[in-house]
């Protein structure tokens, strides 16, 4: 394999992936999730105008926004190798490098908007803190685009010398935060030689690995688990045949989970039991609703608007119930079904209950978190049930509905 091969191969693999992105988008950003996003967006800007009126003193905005960009800095290597590279690539180990830097620019690009994003987030707070001097926030802006890239050089680096992969994160992220305080603080030279210095000890680490083997097994594990990770995201929306689920105990809610006692261990109440079941020992899904309704609550409380936060909570409670639908496929259509067949009405009845358990329990922090903001309104919390029976009931009539094609 030449150098032109080895670029080959990796545009091969971009494309495929690029091809699998687009596939699964079509089921991420329909139109109910593209408006919610829209409105999250429009609540965020006006959350973030007011707040620019009335900014808050004694805040150390430049420690934390150094702190917060130092975080989105750290993109993560993506280098498209697979399983079986480590046995027919191995005698191309050579031609690597030149794969390995498609691979780095691939990385830096793939997250590159985000650190933008952040940066004109960013833009009119310390705009509005020090508009007389702007030029410091410009250097800031080009040592936070300049780093990512640098970050994933040594990263590379660092696993090629075999070194543990957390303290490398750790270092890049302390660094790039001292050298974003020190430009912030209007001490521009010494982060510029912070950043200056941050390079050359890559490329010191780059020499040293000179006569080192490819690092096979670790860059392939390291993709294979960001390709995990964004099947677990994209089996919120819909069904992804190469996930491999995981389940975790979470002592700490077997309350919500007891043992059947002998009156409901029969089909009617087994459906319950295994969606709750699901729900509460996965992995991925529990974690994702869960940091759904903190941003809910945050952004809640940080807008303190009547009718902007219920919103807001109305919407959070809609997307969240959507997001359930693989509990159904997976239960429905899985091993239990021939284990033990039952009614499909029972099926459906069960996944039914278990949606109301999950609205509840969101309702009620919902509405506890808006009657706390608004004590006088708070009769219209009820707004965030209403929107959730309202919306269980459509899933259900849906599912009835496919249930009856699929008879057919």
Known sequence: MTDHRA????????????????YYNKFIFNGHFSIFLLILLGAFIMGYGNWLKHIPSGIPYALLASMAVAATSLFPLRTLLKEADRLFLLPFERHMSIYMRYSLIYSYLGRILIQVAALIILFPLFSKLDSSN???????AIAALIYPYLGLYAKLEWIQAKLPGWIILFLEWIIFAATYELILGLHQIAGVLLLVIFAAGAL??????HQKLFAWEKLISIEEQHHMNYYKFVNMFT????????????RYLDFIL??????????????LFLFKRSFLRGKDAFNIILRLVVIAVILMVWLSQVW?????????MYIILLQTAQF?????????????????????????QFLYHI?????????????????????????????????????IKKLEYQETLLRD
């Open 204 to 209: 010191v680490l780059k020499k040293a690995n």
């Open 7 to 22: 670029i080959a191969l990796f545009n091969q693999r971009r494309q495929a992936i690029s091809k699998e992105k687009s």
């Open 239 to 250: 069904d992804v045949k190469h996930l491999r689920s995981q389940a975790v105990r979470r």
């Open 359 to 395: 609205m509840f329990a969101i309702g009620i922090i919902l509405a506890v978190t808006y009657m706390i903001l608004f004590p006088a309104q708070l009769y219209a919390g009820l707004i965030f049930f209403i929107v959730g029976w309202l919306t269980i009931r459509n899933i």
């Open 308 to 316: 902007i936060s219920l919103i807001v909570g109305g919407l959070f």
């Open 258 to 271: 007891p043992r059947p006692n002998a009156k409901h261990y029969n089909s009617e109440h087994m459906y």
């Open 328 to 352: 159904y496929t997976q239960q429905a259509y899985g091993l239990w079904p021939q284990v033990w067949p039952v009614p499909e009405e029972n099926v459906i009845k069960g996944y039914g």
């Open 134 to 140: 702007i030029l410091y926030f410009i250097i800031f």
